[in-house]
């Protein structure tokens, strides 16, 4: 009995031993920090812009981490329909940041009689320079178009379903029709628990009674 009680002891030294090698701390060596200003497009920055009636700019904002001291930050721009270039189209060539200021402004300028109704026109947007940050948006596109409709209204209620857990949310569904052309209608989707986004369709009415859904983990029912 003894015999085995000075052999077990060489054994859990041995795993004591193998326990503290395996639970070695990690160092951790954080990322550099940066002393830029570190400009980017903000994620928030809309893709597509609807163009009001006489309307004749459009202002986009680039946004900065570092907001010490007052900067300039070329803009290079490009424009264009149905992939075509087209000249009708003024944008700034710098984004100015006052000191202090986290938010600068870009602006689209234009002609609103040179701009044909229901036509999209693409911008193209990019900041250059040594101040851009690498985890942000250094380049954007944005649409802009003249389509005028009438204001929002009620159309019912969407009813949302997780098919996993059975969970069912009913959110406002708001529609609207084109002034130019009266058989397009567009009908907007509320955001909610289960799609944190807007949805927004646009039918033609004389197509009524279209049945749409997304099947998958989430889904959504609609009837128009």
């Known amino acids: 009995m003894?015999?085995?009680k000075i052999l077990?002891?060489?054994?859990?030294?041995?795993t004591m031993w193998g326990l503290g090698a395996c639970t070695d701390e990690v160092k951790y060596d954080p990322a550099e920090q940066l002393s830029t200003p570190q400009v980017y497009f903000p994620t928030t920055t809309p893709s597509a812009v609807d163009i009001e009636e006489n309307q004749t700019s459009v202002t986009v904002n680039v946004e900065r981490v570092n907001t010490s001291g007052a900067i300039t930050v070329p803009v290079t721009a490009t424009?264009?329909?149905g992939g075509e270039?087209?000249?009708i189209f003024t944008v700034s060539s710098v984004a100015a940041f006052a000191d202090g200021s986290a938010t600068a402004p870009i602006s689209i300028d234009f002609d609103f009689s040179k701009i044909q109704q229901?036509?999209?026109?693409?911008?193209?947007?990019a900041i250059e320079g040594a101040d851009l940050t690498p985890y942000g948006k250094s380049q954007q596109?944005?649409?802009l178009q003249y389509a005028p409709w009438t204001a929002w209204t009620k159309a019912g209620?969407?009813?949302?379903?997780?098919s996993a857990f059975g969970f069912t949310e009913s959110q406002p569904v708001m529609t609207r029709t084109s002034l130019v052309n009266p058989d397009l209608q567009e009908f907007k989707f509320a955001a909610g628990t289960l799609f944190p986004k807007e949805i927004l369709v646009q039918l033609n009415k004389k197509n009524q009674h279209r049945y749409c859904s997304a099947s998958g983990y989430r889904r959504q029912e609609w009837r128009i």
């Open 141 to 143: 596109t944005i649409t």
């Open 157 to 162: 209620e969407a009813v949302y379903t997780c």
């Open 85 to 87: 270039a087209t000249d």
């Open 118 to 125: 229901e036509t999209k026109y693409t911008i193209s947007l």
């Open 2 to 4: 003894k015999f085995n």
């Open 79 to 81: 424009a264009t329909v």
């Open 8 to 14: 077990a002891l060489p054994a859990l030294a041995l």
